[in-house]
């Protein structure tokens, strides 16, 4: 193990309520793209005409749905998708009693599908979906099966449960992960650029004095705060962590 490795794992050792805050790339590494990537920028600009972030707004799914949900459909839903080493290190750690919460800024659910049971889910999840007009709950399978622009048997329009551009935050959700950040003795940040707002804002609510560990391939914001950073694969360094 190389020298940050062995002290993060000490870090862990010596704290009683770890969270986990983390965004995209943590399921990149189970091949789900980034599509705020420079990358998938522009190919999405290539084909839709639109960025990410008009694709995926309110206003794009009320005035033009059908461009909505075949991005939607073509971009968000990985069904192959499996919890990577990050996901099923963080599980191990929940179930040792050193984990109290994981917030992600995912909408894949591959935490849970990795045994994780305290998770914040900021944008919501993509296996939900909901009628606009009668609130009658929907599985992914209903919406896949079904016309592009799938429809409740009201007649509504029936929509992810996420949390579009444009949308705030779920309250709720929102109160739980500033809680538990609040209540923990070390925060883990991976597979974030924490430049995302307000997903990113929940750091701010860390106490003073409290351990905070970055995990990121690129630089952040709050490196200047952090007592321990890593350039790596979150993945790895999880994996290597609970080995």
Do not use: W
Not at 36 to 62: A, D, M, N, V, W
């Amino acid at each position: 193990m190389t020298d940050k490795i062995l002290q993060l794992k000490e870090i862990i050792e010596n704290s009683q309520k770890v969270v986990f805050f983390g965004g995209a790339g943590v399921s990149t590494e189970s091949n789900i793209p980034d599509f705020r990537s420079e990358k998938g920028l522009y190919s999405t600009k290539e084909k839709y005409g639109h960025q990410p972030e008009f694709l995926l707004s309110i206003q794009c799914l009320s005035a033009n749905p059908e461009l909505f949900f075949r991005y939607y459909k073509e971009n968000l839903i990985y069904r192959d998708a499996l919890p990577n080493k990050a996901h099923k290190a963080l599980a191990k750690m929940e179930e040792n009693g050193k984990l109290t919460a994981v917030v992600t800024q995912n909408v894949d659910g591959l935490h849970q599908d990795a045994g994780s049971k305290n998770v914040f889910e900021l944008h919501g999840a993509n296996a939900r979906h909901y009628c606009v007009k009668c609130a009658k709950k929907y599985d992914l399978d209903y919406i896949l099966r079904g016309d592009l622009i799938p429809k409740c048997d009201c007649g509504g329009m029936v929509r992810p449960d996420v949390v579009l551009y444009g949308e705030q935050l779920d309250d709720n959700v929102v109160t739980g992960a500033v809680n538990a950040i609040r209540g923990a003795d070390c925060l883990i940040v991976g597979g974030t650029s924490l430049a995302v707002y307000p997903a990113a804002g929940l750091i701010q609510y860390l106490p003073e004095g409290v351990t905070l560990v970055l995990i990121n391939k690129s630089t952040t914001p709050y490196d200047n705060h952090a007592n321990l950073i890593i350039r790596d694969s979150i993945g790895a360094v999880l994996g290597a962590v609970q080995s």
